[in-house]
């Protein structure tokens, strides 16, 4: 928003250029006065907000000119927007930038009347200043560009907000000289608002050739004020030709439903603390306490930040440690384990699993590591058994993955499988027809998928939800509870005797599927 003209002056007909009356001011030329802002306004010539109490600045009483008291002696006198033409004596530069600042004196004008647009994705904070006794604060985020102002949402009581919004500007053909003006506040319901920090990004790099820029950038003080700042804010910039949507930038979903939680050893500088954890489909979160008891989280981790999980050993355990690198900070390294290291294996399946369905599977847990654990948790511990179905068939379960098909099928297929903890292959079959073979099974911990022959895409992908104990893709619904693998519509039940890995019971169905979608034989 722009200050409101104000009562015109009496000055002395003595008085210098710059503090002459109006009415004696030369056409084209500013005449200042110092003005309370009873909006927030910022400088039209550094872009910076003004700050203070009473009459905070300068603003030219013919055009609105708003400007610092400090900057006010360095704005061009012949500037004015009622005597554009006079810019053509200033260098180019200068006059750019200049006819930026006059283009509009309404922010929604302006973006109506300008060619282009710049989406700005505020994607969120960390590490922010604490300004309330609560030991949070309440950010939103201002951001000035090409003299249009955008707000964000306010998040209440955290550190590391997440705010995904994005914000449009119109913008010239070129972005050259151009910068944004980002202002983080801190919401007060008494008093005024708290200053958390402001910065500058250059767009000037922003072209066709290369319309996108990502980045944390820090939060700096105020010049000359001693404020308490800390943080940095994560931002996506796009410039798109005419008024279309942004190609490249994608906000994120909203925060969903956890898809694992619970307690975690967090490493900390006292040692390792426990500390309640959940991930959703987008975000890890650990917060303050070992229970979740209404606070926000600590530290929110996006999915995307995360560059690569690994494992390290702890107590004589190989993959005791999950360790979050993230691009937060490439020194920074967040460390979680657990008294039990299948529940932390869990953790390390699942956010691995959601970093492939995201298609950041180079940033997930290596394939020796994730090979590993998986056999740990589904090959070894298992010494064997038999599984029965209402389709009248039993398999037969080996403790060195072997699967045999021992009854129901027809006697011409004899069907056998091995299970590796991950994979699932089939080995051979008594006869030489290639059409008997039906495919392979894989499983990251997190997601099942059945591949048949000459297909690089799954034929059958089902997501497994440790919380409800479900396989399911929207259509399939087979839950366990406890010895059985039953289909939720009622077609279809698995009986489990021994030891047998539930993935590979999962895949039992699968493969009767799969001979039903190739008319071979289910049943004597």
């Given at each position: 928003?722009?200050?409101?003209?104000?009562?015109?002056?009496?000055?002395?007909?003595?008085?210098?250029?710059?503090?002459?009356?109006?009415?004696?001011?030369?056409?084209?030329?500013?005449?200042?006065?110092?003005?309370?802002?009873?909006?927030?306004?910022?400088?039209?010539?550094?872009?910076?907000?003004?700050?203070?109490?009473?009459?905070?600045?300068?603003?030219?009483?013919?055009?609105?000119?708003?400007?610092?008291?400090?900057?006010?002696?360095?704005?061009?006198?012949?500037?004015?927007r009622t005597g554009v033409a006079a810019?053509?004596?200033?260098?180019?530069?200068?006059r750019r930038t200049l006819m930026r600042k006059m283009n509009s004196k309404q922010s929604t004008r302006f973006l109506t009347t300008q060619p282009?647009?710049?989406?700005?994705?505020?994607?969120?904070g960390r590490d922010l200043a604490i300004k309330d006794k609560t030991g949070y604060s309440d950010p939103?985020?201002?951001?000035?560009?090409?003299?249009?102002?955008?707000?964000?949402?306010?998040?209440?009581?955290?550190?590391?907000?997440?705010?995904?919004?994005?914000?449009t500007f119109g913008v010239p053909d070129s972005l050259e000289g151009q910068s944004l003006f980002l202002i983080c506040m801190d919401f007060d319901q008494v008093g005024s608002d708290d200053f958390m920090g402001e910065f500058n990004v250059d767009l000037s790099k922003l072209t066709l050739e290369n319309p996108f820029m990502e980045g944390w950038y820090k939060l700096e003080p105020r010049a000359e004020k001693d404020d308490e700042v800390s943080g940095d804010i994560h931002l996506q910039i796009e410039f798109v030709l005419g008024d279309g949507d942004p190609k490249i930038i994608k906000p994120l979903?909203?925060?969903?439903?956890?898809?694992?939680?619970?307690?975690?050893?967090?490493?900390t500088k006292e040692g390792w603390k426990p500390r309640y954890c959940e991930v959703d489909s987008h975000s890890f979160r650990y917060f303050s306490k070992a229970e979740k008891d209404g606070s926000p989280p600590r530290q929110q981790i996006e999915l995307v930040e995360i560059q690569n999980i690994r494992t390290k050993p702890k107590d004589d355990i190989e993959h005791g440690i999950m360790e979050l690198c993230t691009t937060i900070n490439s020194e920074t390294v967040f460390a979680f384990s657990h008294e039990s290291p299948t529940e932390l294996w869990e953790w390390l399946l699942t956010l691995s699993g959601l970093l492939d369905d995201n298609e950041?599977?180079?940033?997930?847990?290596?394939?020796?590591?994730?090979a590993e654990v998986l056999a740990a948790m589904h090959l070894t511990p298992y010494k064997g058994g038999v599984v029965k179905s209402s389709y009248e068939e039993e398999w037969q379960y080996f403790p060195d993955g072997r699967l045999i098909c021992?009854?129901?099928?027809?006697?011409?297929?004899?069907?056998?499988?091995?299970?590796?903890?991950?994979?699932?292959?089939?080995?051979?079959t008594d006869s030489e027809d290639n059409s008997l073979i039906l495919g392979i099974g894989d499983y990251n911990g997190h997601r099942l998928n059945w591949y048949v022959p000459d297909d690089s895409d799954p034929w059958i992908s089902l997501k497994w939800d440790r919380s409800l104990r479900e396989y399911s893709d929207g259509v399939m619904n087979w839950k366990w509870t406890r010895h059985f693998l039953a289909n939720k519509n009622g077609d279809g039940e698995w009986i489990l005797e021994g030891g047998v890995?539930?993935?590979?019971v999962m895949f039992l169905q699968i493969i009767y599927q799969a001979r039903q979608r190739l008319a071979l034989p289910t049943s004597v």
């Open positions: 928003p722009q200050p409101q003209p104000q009562p015109q002056p009496t000055m002395s007909a003595s008085s210098s250029t710059r503090g002459s009356s109006e009415e004696n001011t030369p056409v084209g030329v500013h005449h200042f006065k110092k003005v309370h802002f009873d909006r927030p306004t910022w400088c039209e010539f550094c872009s910076r907000f003004i700050w203070g109490l009473g009459k905070q600045g300068y603003a030219c009483t013919k055009c609105s000119f708003a400007a610092h008291s400090k900057c006010k002696d360095s704005v061009p006198l012949e500037s004015c810019t053509a004596q200033l260098d180019n530069n200068k282009n647009r710049v989406y700005v994705h505020v994607i969120g939103y985020c201002i951001v000035n560009l090409v003299n249009q102002k955008r707000k964000t949402n306010t998040l209440m009581q955290t550190l590391f907000p997440r705010w995904n919004q994005l914000l979903a909203p925060s969903s439903e956890p898809v694992i939680s619970g307690i975690l050893q967090c490493q950041m599977s180079l940033r997930s847990l290596n394939d020796t590591a994730r021992v009854m129901g099928t027809d006697a011409a297929i004899k069907l056998r499988f091995r299970w590796n903890g991950s994979t699932l292959t089939q080995e051979s890995p539930e993935p590979v």
